[in-house]
């Protein structure tokens, strides 16, 4: 049957339409604009079902604390698992023994952060993160992966929609009242160690990709930089978690030596805090070590720990723009469109998501919030990090290779830790220095 006159070319209208559709469509479904929107999901959840964090039952005597949590665990399962389970499905991974397979890898992930919560280990300022890692680590180097195990071990997947919802945690209204000295050091601190740990790694012989992990690590806010670098970059997982579990290996005697050294060159607490929250890498570590001089000190040391963890948003932008206009391949010369293809997405969320709660929300309701938004980003965090375990071959931890990461991380936070004293003296010190036990 012969179609009316005209009709041939309304069809091709419309299938060039849809073509257009289908072509602008596909340009979401990449990890990076999946996970962004994951991120963005569950963000909309914590403001618009405030209850997701306050479920609670009441529980017969007996139960221990922690077994109250349990309703907003399930909660968070329900949400973390449904999301991924469709991200993941869109990207075209195989789902059969999917839904096993992220219970498993959420039940390590729920363990490592009960683990992290005791009191005696807490006190120690290991976190959440080293425990996963440490349980992936043992599980991949014992019984090796199974095959039932795969679908769901996708840590970059978790990590960039963990890092969007970072975003929230970055409040300028908080970060203010550390005032313009907290501003001014932690601007000068983080960029001065920056580019001297960026420029020693690459005169030890340590890759680009390494180096700008490492140097975000030491210069910004530790875990949560490595991390976010690492996301802008599109680096590898298994190095990341070597900087990770440097990062806490180091923090960890820091806490105990630095307030030491701070009472023996008789700093004042307002000099010691600016001193242990610049230098410190983990928040855990920060307030622990602040403890052990005096309030005054926990809170200027934690004051300068947030004054440094809001410019990672900033120097996240940085690093992806650096990155996706010279990337791996300084032949091929960028054009507007590459850059936006090699542009992290996850950056756009997280700056979206700093935005809202920082200006679009009250400062009460973006605070009573963010205790939810925690809860979810740490717990894809620590997903990400059993999948890293998982993926990580034990072995090429400790290699040859590796000495020299560890060297430049070593030399670069003492450099860290000279010139933040040298800074928290100039900006908060008025004493003289009294050496001694």
Known sequence: MQLPYGKPNAILCINYELHLMKKFLNQFKNEDWIATFIGAILIILVIFVPSLGKVKYQFPEGYPL???????????????????????????????????SFLFIYGMSFLAQYLSGLSFIKSTGFE?????????????????????M???VRSEFYIKAGLVILGTSIVFGEIMKAGSYGMIQAIVVVISV????????????VDK???????????????SAAIASCGAIKG?????????????VVAVPMMYIMPFLANWLGLTQEVAGA?????????GAVVAAGKFLGDIAESQAVIIKSSQNVLLGVAAFAISIYWSYRG????????PSILWERFPKFVLGFILASIVFSFLLEPATAKSLGGAAKALRETLFSVAFVSIGLETDFRKIFTKENNKYTATFLIAQLFNVLLTLLVAFLLFGKYEFSFGF
């Open 236 to 248: 590898d997982g298994k190095k990341l978690s070597f900087v990770v579990s440097l990062v806490l």
């Open 209 to 223: 990709e390494m180096a700008v992990m490492l140097s975000s690590a030491v210069s910004i806010c530790g875990v």
């Open 66 to 100: 922690w077994f109250a949590k349990v309703p907003f665990e399930v909660t968070k399962f329900i949400f973390i698992a449904a999301l991924s389970f469709a991200g993941l499905k869109i990207l075209g991974v195989k789902m059969k023994w999917f839904a096993a």
């Open 194 to 205: 920056w580019y001297f740990s960026f420029w020693l790694a690459r005169k030890m012989g």
């Open 328 to 335: 791996t391949n300084t032949e091929i010369k960028p054009t």
């Open 275 to 283: 001193w242990l929250g610049g230098t410190i890498d983990t928040t």
């Open 150 to 152: 795969e679908p769901a």
């Open 128 to 148: 959440a993160v080293f425990f996963s890692v440490a349980i992936g680590l043992l599980i991949r180097n014992t019984v090796g992966l199974p095959k039932w």
